[in-house]
C-alpha cells in the first residue's frame, strides 16, 4: 500500500532581510530576520509525499518535471525527518517503517514560476511540513522551521502565518536558529501586498552565492549585522504589535536599502534592482511625502520585483497610485478599479509601466494547511 499526506505552505516576503550565513552547510545566519506570510489563495506551494515499500528511488516532482534530489539541501531535510521517523518506529512496534520506504514527493505551485517570484521558501516549507504529516511527527512548527532552514534559510519563514521572525540563534549546531510567530495573521488582517513583477533579462546573482560574497568583502555588512539589524529586529516586532504602520513601513524601505547597500558595497558589487525597481522606490516616497505619512512601503528581494505593502485603509490611495501608472500590466481583474483614487504625482515619469508585466495583489495570509487536494 502506499501512504501519503498533503499540505499547502505559503511565501513569505522580508521585512528584515535575512543575507549572510555564518555556516553555510546548516543555513546559519549572521542576523535574525522578520517576514510577512502572504496569502495561499494567491501563492502557495502544493505538495503530495507519499512513500510505499514499492517505490525504487526517492523521486521529487516540480510542477510536472521530474527533478533532482540530489543536492545536499534536500537531503539535509529528508535524513533529518527519517530520522524523527525512525525514532518514533523504534519506540512503537506497531508502527509501519515507513522510514525505510522510498519517498514520492510531488510539488506544484498556484503562480506561474515565469512571475519571477521565488518559490523556494514556500517548496522547502511544504515539503518538510508533508513528509512531517506522513510520518505523524509531532507538528512543532518551530522544530519543523529548523529543518526547513536547512533548505533554505528563508523557508524556516514559511512554517508560520502572519507576522515571523527567524531567530539567528547562536550554537554551533543550529539548535536554537528557528522560526517563530510574533503575532498572528487575526492580529493584523487588513495588512495588503501588492506585487509589481518587474521584467528583466539579466540572470540575477544566486542569493546564497551574493550572500557569501557580502559576508566576504562588504565593510558596511558588518555595520549592518552589529548595529543596525538588531535595534531594528526589537523596533520592528515592537511596530507589528502595536500596528503602528507609519513605523513598520519606515523600517522596512530602511532595511530593504540597507540590504541593497550591503549587496552594492560587496566587491564586486552585485546589483538587484534595475531602474524601473529605482522608480517604484521614487513613486512611493513621494506618495507618502503627499500625504504626510507612511501609508506604503516597498521591499525588494535578491532580485528587482516590488512587494508593496500597506493597510486596507488606505487601499483606495496606494492601489489608485498604482493604477494610474501599471493599469495596463496584467493582474487587476481582483480589484475595483472604480473605487480607486485618481492619483498621480507630479514629475514622475509616465513611461514607468513599461518595465513591469504584472501585478499580483494579496495580503497577509495563514501558514501551511493539511488538504486533501492532491
Ligand atoms: C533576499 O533563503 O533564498 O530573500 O538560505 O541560500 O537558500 P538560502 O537563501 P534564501 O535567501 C533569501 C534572501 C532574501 C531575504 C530574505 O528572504 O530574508
Known sequence: SVYSASVTAPVNIATLKYWGKRDKELNLPTNSSISVTLSQKDLRTLTT???????????????????????????ACLGDLRKLRSELESQDDKLEKLSQFKLRIVSENNFPTAAGLASSAAGFAA?????????????????????????????CRSLFGGFVAWEMGDLENGQDSKAVEVAP???????????????????????????????KTS??????????????FDEMKQSILNKDFNKFGELTMRDSNSFHAVCLDSYPPIFYLNDTSKKIIKLIHKLNETEGEIIAAYTFDAGPNAVIYYDEANEAKVLGLIHTYFNQVDGWSKADTSKLSKLEIEGTDPEIYKGVSRIILTEIGQGPQITTES
Do not use: C
Open 49 to 75: 509525499a507519499s512513500a510505499s515499500s514499492t517505490f525504487k528511488q526517492d523521486e521529487l516532482y516540480l510542477n510536472g518535471k521530474l527533478e533532482s534530489l540530489e543536492s545536499a539541501r534536500t537531503q
Open 127 to 155: 515539503l518538510v511540513y508533508a513528509i512531517a504529516k506522513l510520518y505523524e511527527l509531532p507538528q512543532d512548527m518551530s522544530e519543523l522551521s529548523k529543518i526547513a532552514r536547512k533548505g533554505s534559510g528563508s523557508a
Open 219 to 232: 565593510d558596511l555588512f558588518q555595520h549592518r549585522i552589529k548595529e543596525v539589524v538588531p535595534q531594528r
Open 185 to 215: 495573521v487575526e492580529h493584523w488582517p487588513t495588512l495588503k501586498a501588492a506585487i509589481l513583477v518587474v521584467s528583466d533579462d539579466k540572470k540575477d546573482t544566486p542569493s546564497t552565492s551574493g550572500m557569501q560574497a557580502t559576508v
